[in-house]
């Protein structure tokens, strides 16, 4: 049996889109998950003597997941911009790793399929923040400004669908968002046509209704432009997290945001975002706290203990300081 391990975000999803539209395998069977359940490769370390595609998320954190695999000889396509850390040295693996923090897994699909689905990737790009990229992909599409903003938004709404501490607090899982996907070899016929994205388009907007009432939160040790958040434990907190940090981000670009949002369990889930204008050290900061992770550009905790908020905006301030 094929599996398909990949983010349950707008990157994963996309990015997973284009490689079965240019090699359908209706067999596959789809691993997948919350956008910040990325220790996929446990789901599936019995497999043996399979071909396993893995998509967008860190093969850092499923090391040793990638080794036993390897070792119950399955065939593994690796492709993620994340932090990867040393690859195995297997003929079996094939890994196209980039971690620039101005890719993202769906455009390094996109170079590999040489553009074939390129509009797919645009989308994608933008549902990662990732706004100059989306557009300086889009160019050779010759696309109307209305076509670039509908593929704004669709790779939004796919990414906001991802944000959630369960996969009851999405509004489709992702793997039904996937395999909604599958007829459609073009993404404006699918924006036309889906009774789903009508769904998320209102959810976004009531969720983002809520969040744009929370105050920042102030703070004496506050430095600079750096902005910092905190959202209640509620469902569409926990939805809009995402989307949220990433339009603040855009609002001051040369500011980093945190967003800390309170889990069911007293303890509480952040959300990074470094500079846009300088898109380095997201990674660095959360991976100093148990359960972090990420990328150089957005990075997250997923259970920092309520004990350690403190530490972590000190670190936060003190990592994005200003540079004299």
């Known amino acids: 049996m094929d599996f398909d391990v990949f983010n349950g975000d707008a990157d994963g999803i996309l990015a997973l889109h284009q490689l079965r539209l240019h090699e359908p ?41 990638v080794r036993q695999l390897l070792q119950q000889k399955n065939r593994i396509t690796y492709i993620d911009h994340h932090f990867a850390g040393t690859l195995p040295g297997s003929t079996l693996l094939r890994a196209h790793i980039n971690p620039s923090p101005n890719t993202c897994t769906a455009l390094i699909v996109d170079d590999l399929l040489n553009g074939k689905y390129r509009a797919w990737a645009v989308a994608a790009a933008f549902g990662d923040n990732l706004h100059d990229s ?30 959630g ?44 209704r809520l969040a744009l009432t929370q105050p920042e939160m ?18 569409w907190a926990r939805r809009i997290a995402g989307v949220f940090s990433n339009l603040r981000a855009r609002e001051k670009t040369d500011a980093a945001h945190a967003l800390i949002v ?53 670190k936060f301030h003190s990592t994005f300081s200003p540079q004299v």
């Open 165 to 208: 501490a369960e996969v009851s607090d999405l509004h489709f899982s992702p793997e039904s968002l996937f395999q909604r996907l599958q007829p459609y070899n073009d993404p404006f016929v699918f924006i036309a046509e889906s009774k789903d994205l009508a769904i998320l388009r209102q959810a976004f907007t009531d969720d983002m």
């Open 218 to 235: 102030q703070s004496g040790t506050q430095q600079a432009n750096n902005r910092v958040y905190c959202f209640p434990d509620a469902p």
């Open 134 to 163: 989306a557009v300086k992909a889009a160019e050779e599409l010759s696309l109307k400004q209305t076509q670039v903003e509908a593929l704004r938004e669709l790779g939004e709404l796919l990414n906001y669908n991802g944000y």
């Open 262 to 314: 309170a889990n069911s369990d007293s303890t509480l889930r952040i959300s990074v975002r470094a500079p846009l204008a300088d898109k380095k050290n997201a990674d660095t900061l959360c991976l100093q706290f148990p359960t972090g992770g990420g990328r150089s550009a957005a990075a997250g905790i997923n259970q920092l203990p309520a004990n350690m908020l403190k530490l972590f905006i000190d």
């Open 25 to 65: 395998k209706s067999g596959a069977r789809l691993i997948t998950g919350i956008k910040r359940d990325i220790k996929l490769l446990e789901k599936i370390q019995h497999v043996k003597n399979s071909d396993i595609t893995v998509l967008d998320i860190s093969h850092d954190t499923n090391r040793d997941a």
